[in-house]
Structures are given as structure tokens and as C-alpha cells.
């Protein structure tokens, strides 16, 4: 860990805040260092990457990366000694995501009645619902959910398990949730009882492992992880779902889309669906 938590801010144009959100994708030191890009002055044109290191190294490796993208302004800055992480939180507004109401804490009492409502507590797992990958699952989730039913559901890569928990609050009826970080199962794990969904939130590195092997086929498969990790698990993926089941994908830059689509449709997909959100990418995909 750092003496000094940082936070990292790049600013500049889109094409080029994206490319270097490929380069950060594609480091291999960087896989675990949570941060985002959005649009923060649309008439400008003016784009903004926050990423949040854990250590030196990562902090290290990010600004290098950015180097390469002499257009981007970059400035690392020291975060005060406090609660940063609740704080960020607290200013969060809750999120619409088709039927689904994602909020937290700070928000309890303001969920509609006529909403799937889901209390996320982030802790220090990833996904809170306001990013716009997990909105781009949610949303392909709920487009799919009014066609057809997924008794049987896997979450690669939980975080805190919002995903898992949407399917559980839907009527799927086993769903198994996973993440290679300790913090972020318990926390997952916690969301669910929360929610009062049930959920079985497990620590698995791949679909290998036995608790998630034990449960295939499944219907349906989220992950939104990286596109690189995405593309590595294309076959395992395929495996893991049962003829006719759906796998839904992000965490991908619209630029990533395509070479993710092309590992999935030679194993035997179809592309069924398409959202982007900001400047992220979705797909959705079901197998032959």
C-alpha cells in the first residue's frame, strides 16, 4: 500500500482518453486497479479518467501508461487521511437501470414502489450500479427477463454483487455469484442479505472451480470484468452455459467490442443484443 492513498485524474479528448484506458486494460500490473472515464464537459469535448492505485507500483505503472498520450493533462493527487471511499459514496445519487432501483444507504426511504429496488453497499468491493457497465447489464438483463426465464444464473466476478442479487430478486432460483477478492464475497454476501436475496457469493479464480462447475449448465452468465479476462474466458463461458443460454458481457470500451464479439462468435454465439452507455460497450450473447 501507499504511505499516501492518490488519486489519479486525466483529462482530455475522447479518442484519446479512451486509448489510454486500452493501454491501462492491456498492463498487466494494472488488471486490479479500479477507475473509470467519462464525459465531463460535453461542450468542450473534454473526457476525464480517475483511477484510484493501491500501491506505488500501480500508481506507477497508471501514470506511465498515461504518458504515452501527450494530449492528456495529468495530475496525481494526495487524498486526505479520512473515510474517502463513504464520502464518495455518500454523494452518489441512486440509479434507474430498466425496472431495477439501485441506491444506497443514504438513499434508503427515496426507492419507488413500482421498482425492483436494490440496497448496494460498495465496502471495498466494485460495482455500486452507478457505472455504465453494470447499468448495461441491468439493462440487458431486464430486456431479456420480460422474454424468457434463467432458473440458473452465474455472476463472474461479483464485486458486490448487484447482478446476482437482480437475478436472485427476479425468480431465478439458483444463483451463484464469484470474485477472486475475499473483501468483495463477504460484502456480496452481505448486499444479499440485505436484499433478501438468495444468492451463494463464493471465491473462485475461473469457471473451473468446483462450487461453480457444480451448478452448470447455467442459463445465464454475467461477467463484467475486462475485455481481455472477457476474451480469455470465451470458451469457458461456452461450456458453462446450457444450448440456447445467454451470456452478458462488459466492462469493455466501445473500441474493445469488437475483438470480444469475435471470440465469442466463433465458439458459437450469437449477438443479441448491443447497449452503449457512455463509453462503455455490452453484449449480449446466446449460445448456439
Known sequence: MTDQAVQIIARGPRADAEAAARDVDAHPLLEAVTYSILEEDEDKGVWRIDAF?????????????????????????????????????????????????????HDRGRAPPN??????????????GHHGTTVGCLIAFDRLRKAKAFPK???????????????????SAQVVGTD?????????AENARLNRARCRMVRADGLADR??????????????????????????????????????????????????????????????????IDAWTTLALEKR
Open 180 to 188: 477472486i477478492d475475499a473483501p468483495s464475497v463477504r460484502i456480496a
Open 53 to 105: 492505485p493501491t500501491s506505488d507500483e500501480e500508481a506507477d505503472a497508471f501514470v506511465e501508461a498515461l504518458k504515452g498520450h501527450p494530449t492528456l493533462q495529468v495530475t496525481v493527487e494526495a487524498l486526505a487521511d479520512a473515510d474517502w471511499l463513504a464520502m464518495a459514496l455518500s454523494g452518489l445519487p441512486p440509479v434507474r437501470a430498466g425496472r431495477f432501483f439501485v441506491y444506497g444507504v
Open 211 to 276: 462450487a461453480v462447475a457444480a451448478e452448470a449448465p447455467y442459463d445465464l452468465v454475467f461477467a463484467n470484468i475486462l475485455a481481455r479476462p472477457l476474451i480469455g474466458l470465451a470458451q469457458d463461458i461456452h461450456g458453462a452455459l446450457r444450448p440456447g443460454g445467454v451470456a452478458i458481457l462488459s466492462g469493455l470500451l466501445r473500441g474493445q467490442a469488437r475483438a470480444v464479439r469475435a471470440a465469442y462468435l466463433t465458439r458459437g454465439f450469437r449477438l443479441t443484443r448491443r447497449l452503449n
Open 153 to 171: 444464473v452465474l455472476d463472474v466476478g461479483a464485486g458486490t454483487g448487484v447482478l446476482a442479487i437482480a437475478a436472485a430478486r427476479t425468480g
Open 115 to 128: 421498482t425492483i429496488n436494490l440496497r448496494i453497499e460498495a465496502g471495498a468491493a466494485f460495482g455500486t
